[in-house]
């Protein structure tokens, strides 16, 4: 081998380990992190629970004492068109006197651009009458009902003020298989980035007023108990699922 031979393929070899080490340190994780922040709010104010009075679409004021409700069959779907389902995923997104969850944590998403999510409100057939506990799925959360198998799917309670000024319940506990809703949400650019350098979180704003007038409007005077299957529970299903949830920020950490 001469020596043109020889310079020719040390720098050929040369080459071959600079990219080879350029791959290694421009390549990101397989996978990333995304955490789903749930905002309750009234018209764009936080949720303060029991001092603060609101009023809804019908002029009823309320206060609200507890809020809750199960977060299932999580999916991502990229901007290619595919999707990512998260298997066995339920959970329990709360705001009560006692106890705050107000965030979902979901290791090991592929990497991606990811242009949508959506997720159900409540808890599909299969695991709704399961004695297996997966995820959140525990009676012990006051979310499970004491007169029949299944789980609530969303619980809010409160007060409200009566034409007589005087006080009443709102006691909304919706439930059954025909309840069960998804919604839908699109990225406000278009775009949610996952990667394993760093930690995407979604922060979903959850308008309460909203489960009020979004498809039917609901007047506490003749609406303030729901605690059973049936048509009432379905038209408050249809008002959270149609527009008290949107996309409120994407933020890259």
């Known amino acids: 081998m001469n020596l043109l031979q020889k310079l020719s393929s040390t720098l050929f070899i040369g080459l071959l380990v600079f990219l080879s080490s350029c791959s290694k340190d421009d390549s990101s994780p397989a996978t990333g992190e995304l955490v789903l922040t749930f905002l309750h709010e009234v018209n764009g104010q936080p949720l303060v629970l029991n001092e603060q009075a609101f009023t809804n679409a019908a002029g009823n004021v309320y206060r609200v004492e507890k809020l809750k409700y199960y977060v299932s069959n999580i999916e991502l779907t990229k901007t290619d068109g595919s999707a990512v389902k998260i298997e066995d995923g339920y959970f329990l997104i709360e705001q009560t006197g006692l106890d705050s969850r107000l965030s979902i944590s979901l290791p090991n998403i592929p990497s991606a651009t990811y242009s949508s999510l959506s997720f159900a409100i409540g808890v599909d ?125 994407v933020h890259i950490k």
Request: glycine share 10%.
């Open 125 to 249: 057939s299969a695991r709704n009458f399961s004695t297996e506990m997966v995820g959140d799925l525990n009676p012990n959360n006051d979310m499970a009902w004491n007169w029949v198998s299944g789980y609530k799917f969303f619980m809010l309670e409160g007060k409200f003020t009566t034409p007589t000024q005087a006080t009443g319940a709102i006691v909304y506990h919706v439930g059954g298989n025909s309840s069960l809703r998804r919604v839908s949400l699109s990225a406000p650019a278009g775009e949610i980035r996952v990667n394993g350098n760093q930690l995407t979180e979604l922060g979903i704003g959850a308008d309460v007023n909203r489960l009020f007038d979004t498809q039917y409007t609901i007047d506490l005077n003749n609406l303030n108990a729901v605690m059973q299957p049936g048509d009432d529970a379905n038209q408050i299903a249809d008002n959270y699922a149609a527009g008290m949830f949107s996309l409120h920020h």
